[in-house]
């Protein structure tokens, strides 16, 4: 399908983008546009009518990637293809860089950023379609009131699917954003919630600046994901792994964290308390690992069933300890 005329701003500082929000606010609405890879193809499929688009790829502050102090800032403006490829996240945060080189294909990585794949929407086959068929009442993200994907449902059940937000999760990253009151900063897994039709807590008028990262010398952590095809396609079920050891190379804390199970990233906290005092992660018997799951539980999706992605969350899960034995 063919773009359908819209208005493009691109500021070049974070004060310029205050005064474009501020106007088209008034004029219709706008949407904030990173690479394209995601906001381009929505407009395309009709499922973003917005006629004003304000790319924030000229704001400078958004394209840092660096060391400040103890922790390490990422932009959000940085290319998921920079995150992969920069020495400074590989040496640091291997479950980062390999997140993000799972992420579409090379192109979709030239273009795509850390922003935006934190902020990715929410997906679900009923909602993701260029046509609504006439035949079905719209759902909550087609305006609707009511779930498709579970029957009765009170909210939006779609699915989050994204990569780099779990790598993220399981390094305990902060993320900084900038609004009308300035800026704040907050732990990651504060900025998320299980809703479908609004999984972020972020207002239309503020804008993620990046996230920063501490860097831990004694830390591993690994990403592993399973996917339909092996290129340019969302997780099915995606686990991120960050361990920290003490002097003696024993665990004493354990992070993982978990994506395509719920309408967010999520934090598998009962692993914390397992990991720690092991001396190698793949040490943890798989029905631990199976127990430690048990609370969480996805819905069918994407013709997987629950206890289907559960099983392919505990497999995950075991691949990720298994390969947490280095940086």
Partial sequence: MNLKPFNHFRPGSLDELAVIMAGT???GGF?????????????????????????????????????????????????????????????NFPALAQAAAAVGSPQLRN????????????????FNRPEWPGDIVPCFKRGGDRCHVVKGGKRCYALFCADTPAALLALDARIVIAGPAGQIEMPLDEFYRDDGLACCRIEANELILGV?????????????????????????????????K???????????AATGVQSRPVLLPKFEELLTGLKHPRELAQQKIVDALKDIKPVRHH?????????????????????GEGR
């Fill in 212 to 244: 920063k990262l501490a860097a831990q010398p004694r830390q591993e952590s690994c990403y592993v994901r399973f996917s339909g095809r092996g290129a340019i396609d969302f997780p099915l079920v995606g686990v991120a792994l960050a361990v920290e």
């Fill in 303 to 323: 013709g997987l069933s629950p206890a289907y992605r559960r099983h392919l969350l505990a497999v995950m899960a075991e691949r990720a300890l298994g390969m």
């Fill in 246 to 256: 003490d002097g003696s190379g024993v665990v004493c804390r354990g992070r993982l």
């Fill in 25 to 27: 606010a008034a004029q």
């Fill in 111 to 126: 273009m795509g950023t850390v922003g935006g794949n934190i902020r990715l929407d929410t997906r679900c086959l009923y």
């Fill in 31 to 91: 949407v904030l546009m990173g690479g394209g890879t995601d906001v381009l193809v929505k407009i395309k499929q009709r499922l973003l009518t917005t006629p004003n688009i304000i790319s924030v790829s000229g704001i400078r502050v958004l394209a840092e990637l660096e060391q400040q102090g103890s922790d390490i800032f990422i932009g959000a403006g940085v290319t998921l293809r920079h995150l992969e490829e920069s020495a400074l996240i590989r040496d």
